[in-house]
Nanobody, 120 residues
């Protein structure tokens, strides 16, 4: 069984920074794409950033130049460095990963999410 656990969320003032982490554990062979999504109150869940196993990244237009996604394959962990935070960034941030397991097979998993709140 695979689990994703997010951490690093919290309360910051506008212009501040946070670094989110997501660690995957279980019977993992390797992980393909990992990504961060966010969902504000009463809104849909949207992709913030993603990174492939080869290191190719993509970002939502709203966070380009402010957020940076990275990964440590040895630790099965993905990070999201968030700088110059704005009140509009307030949301629950969820980790997502396409995981190859021992069975074998490829499966998609979600973490429980970590709350990010940005005050004006």
């Amino acid at each position: 069984q695979v689990q994703l656990v997010e951490s690093g969320g919290g309360l910051v003032q506008a212009g501040g920074s946070l670094r989110l982490s997501c660690a995957a554990s279980g019977s993992i062979v390797s992980i393909n794409t990992m990504g961060w999504y966010r969902q504000g109150l009463g809104k849909q869940r949207d992709l913030v950033a993603s990174i492939t196993s080869g290191g190719s990244t993509s970002y939502a237009d709203s966070v380009k130049g402010r957020f940076t996604i990275s990964r440590d394959n040895a630790k099965n962990t993905v990070y999201l460095q968030m700088n110059s935070l704005k009140p509009e960034d307030t949301a629950v941030y969820y980790c997502n990963a396409d995981v190859i397991i021992i069975i074998p097979g490829t499966y998609n998993y979600w973490g429980q999410g970590t709350q990010v709140t940005v005050s004006s």
